[in-house]
């Protein structure tokens, strides 16, 4: 299983910005597809989280601004980043959690390499 991100770049304050992270491969399900942030000096962070079932969960910081969504038929998630601040600055990678046969109730986790988001002020 391999997930690909995509959509980081360079934007000033306040702008907007779409992540993208396609998951392939020997896929039954997905369960969880999470997005983290890593920053210099900081340990990776949870920014956002999505389930199977449509829950998600947001870091506070990024409360009102990020929104995670998914397209199963895509094995893809999304993270829309609205109002991007200059902390928001870091890697962003996603994992999922994988059943690769259809007898795996627990999955495994996976990870993408990140893609780089640069927010200046």
């Known amino acids: 299983v391999q997930l690909q991100a995509s959509g980081g770049g360079l934007v000033q304050a306040g702008g907007s910005l779409r992540l993208s992270c396609r998951a392939s491969?020997?896929?039954?399900?997905?369960?969880?597809m999470d997005w983290y942030r890593q920053t210099p000096g900081k340990q990776r962070e949870l920014v956002a989280a999505?389930?199977?079932?449509?829950?998600?969960h947001y870091d506070d910081s990024v409360e009102g601004r990020f929104t995670i969504s998914r397209d199963s038929a895509k094995n893809t998630v999304y993270l829309q980043m609205n109002n991007l601040k200059p902390e928001d600055t870091g890697v962003y990678s996603c994992?999922?959690?994988?059943?690769?046969?259809?007898?795996?109730?627990?999955?495994?986790?996976?990870w993408g390499k990140g893609t780089q988001v640069t927010v200046s002020s």
């Open positions: 491969g020997a896929i039954v399900r997905i369960r969880d």
């Open positions: 999505s389930t199977s079932g449509g829950s998600t």
């Open positions: 994992r999922a959690r994988v059943a690769s046969s259809p007898h795996d109730y627990s999955g495994v986790l996976y």
